[in-house]
């Protein structure tokens, strides 16, 4: 019972939010990423 709820909220969830979302979480994802590794070349080069 609890699973096909959460499985249809999940669903609607992804449909209302799809694309605008998801593009906006993986940029963002990307920019943390390359923000980490070069503050970790400036501690290396340090």
Do not use: A, D, E, P
Not at 1 to 13: A, E
Not at 37 to 44: A, N, Q, S
């Amino acid at each position: 019972f609890l699973g096909n709820f959460f499985q249809g909220v999940f669903f609607w969830g992804k449909k209302k939010k799809k694309k605008k979302k998801k593009k906006k979480k993986k940029k963002k994802k990307k920019k943390k990423k390359k923000k980490k590794k070069k503050k970790k070349k400036k501690k290396k080069k340090k």
